[in-house]
């Protein structure tokens, strides 16, 4: 995926989840953050950060930019949340992603129902099979090591649940897990922060559920997927 318009500044400070002060061309904006998660060791005083300018194509919008990227040391993190559902949506069109126990696609459909949560994927493939994806951006790193969640996520597990509720039924069920950064060493569950998650993973895993990781090449005007990584602390994956 890629965005229009780019530019960069300094990052000052977040007054809430959905907005951040940032410096541009000398001048203090408040720009719209693109990512409600909590992001602190992102978005941290002096940080170079990138911004989507919608000058001349606001529509409804109230705020000129928006807040997509920023750098940690040497390294650019694409933190737009919705920009990993976009790059799979890409990955599984063109055979990049291969979901696991699945041929060729014949259908790929976003942001469907299945039970009582939505999901962000079904697919059909030529055989006929039928899966349900779910997919989770991944911006927290430590030395190589990506984490998920950054924040303890109730819904995240319920999703993870359903996925195993579903291979239950006869349905190809995967997590993806989109790095939202190049070059990481492994992917885990962020047992620390979140144990709830990690065991409902593993469950999952245990149950059928393909757990998939993959970095992702990043430019401060796009986003692509890489190349799958490995899954640490995982039982049974595929």
Same mark, same amino acid.
């Given at each position: 995926?890629?965005?229009?318009?780019?530019?960069?500044?300094?990052?000052?400070?977040?007054?809430?989840?959905?907005?951040?002060?940032?410096?541009?061309?000398?001048?203090?904006?408040? #720009?719209?953050?693109?990512?409600?998660?909590?992001?602190?060791?992102?978005?941290?005083?002096?940080?170079?950060?990138?911004?989507?300018?919608?000058?001349?194509?606001?529509?409804?919008?109230?705020?000129?930019?928006?807040?997509?990227? #920023?750098?940690?040391?040497?390294?650019?993190?694409?933190?737009?949340?919705?920009?990993?559902?976009?790059?799979?949506?890409?990955?599984?069109?063109?055979?990049?992603?291969?979901?696991?126990?699945?041929?060729?696609?014949?259908?790929?459909?976003?942001?469907?129902?299945?039970?009582?949560?939505?999901?962000?994927?079904?697919?059909?493939?030529?055989?006929?099979?039928?899966?349900?994806?779910?997919?989770?951006? #991944?911006?927290?790193?430590?030395?190589?090591?990506?984490?998920?969640?950054?924040?303890?996520?109730?819904?995240?597990?319920?999703?993870?649940?359903?996925?195993?509720?579903?291979?239950?039924?006869?349905?190809?069920?995967?997590?993806?897990?989109?790095?939202?950064?190049?070059?990481?060493?492994?992917?885990?569950?962020?047992?620390?922060?979140?144990?709830?998650?990690?065991?409902?993973?593993?469950?999952?895993?245990?149950?059928? #559920?393909?757990?998939?990781?993959?970095?992702?090449?990043?430019?401060?005007?796009?986003?692509?997927?890489?190349?799958?990584?490995?899954?640490?602390?995982?039982?049974?994956?595929?």
């Amino acid at each position: 995926m890629r965005y229009e318009k780019v530019c960069n500044g300094t990052f000052i400070e977040r007054p809430n989840r959905f907005i951040a002060k940032v410096v541009i061309d000398g001048k203090e904006e408040t #720009v719209h953050v693109k990512n409600t998660g909590r992001c602190r060791e992102l978005l941290v005083p002096g940080a170079e950060v990138y911004m989507e300018d919608f000058e001349g194509r606001m529509g409804k919008r109230k705020l000129r930019y928006s807040l997509i990227a #920023v750098k940690k040391g040497n390294l650019l993190i694409n933190m737009d949340s919705q920009a990993p559902n976009y790059v799979v949506e890409e990955a599984l069109t063109d055979g990049r992603i291969k979901p696991p126990g699945m041929g060729k696609l014949t259908c790929i459909k976003r942001e469907k129902t299945f039970g009582d949560s939505r999901y962000d994927f079904y697919l059909e493939d030529e055989e006929g099979r039928k899966g349900w994806m779910e997919v989770k951006g #991944v911006t927290l790193e430590d030395n190589g090591i990506c984490r998920f969640p950054d924040a303890p996520t109730q819904r995240g597990k319920k999703h993870i649940n359903g996925l195993a509720k579903a291979v239950e039924m006869g349905y190809t069920c995967q997590v993806v897990f989109v790095i939202q950064m190049n070059g990481m060493k492994s992917f885990e569950p962020n047992d620390a922060t979140d144990l709830d998650f990690g065991d409902a993973l593993r469950e999952a895993s245990s149950c059928g #559920v393909s757990v998939l990781a993959y970095d992702c090449i990043v430019e401060p005007d796009s986003l692509q997927i890489n190349s799958q990584i490995k899954v640490e602390k995982i039982e049974n994956i595929c």
